[in-house]
């Protein structure tokens, strides 16, 4: 069974950066849509962002023009870099692969890493 295993989060203030990465451990996800979703404490989970197997990206409205999701099929990494950090992004992150359609849906997904944004 595939392991994502994502790093990178922490606290930051908020117009803060942060960028998280998620290692893949079998090498045939790297040809698969992979990407991120969120969970805070109370609301359901949010598609954040994600990169197909050709590169093509798709956002949720709430982060467009804040985040940039990318991948180095190399190192079996996916990355979301995200800047302008508001505290309505405190939640969960996690990294899914592969995309099941919807955004934020996915087959397998890691333990997460935690995004804190104080205002």
């Known amino acids: 069974q595939v392991q994502l295993v994502e790093s990178g989060g922490g606290s930051v203030e908020a117009g803060g950066s942060l960028t998280l990465s998620c290692v893949v451990s079998?090498?045939?996800?790297?040809?698969?849509?992979m990407g991120w979703f969120r969970q805070a404490p109370g609301k359901e989970r949010e598609g954040v962002a994600a990169?197909?197997?050709?590169?093509?990206?798709t956002y949720a409205d709430s982060v467009k023009g804040r985040f940039t999701v990318s991948k180095d099929n190399a190192k079996n990494t996916l990355y979301l870099q995200m800047n302008m950090l508001k505290p309505e992004d405190t939640a969960m992150y996690y990294c899914?692969?592969?995309?099941?359609?919807?955004?934020?849906?996915?087959?397998?997904w890691g333990q997460g890493t935690q995004v804190t944004v104080s205002s």
């Open positions: 990169v197909d197997s050709d590169g093509a990206t």
């Open positions: 899914g692969a592969p995309c099941l359609g919807e955004l934020g849906a996915f087959g397998y």
């Open positions: 079998e090498d045939s996800y790297r040809n698969y849509c």
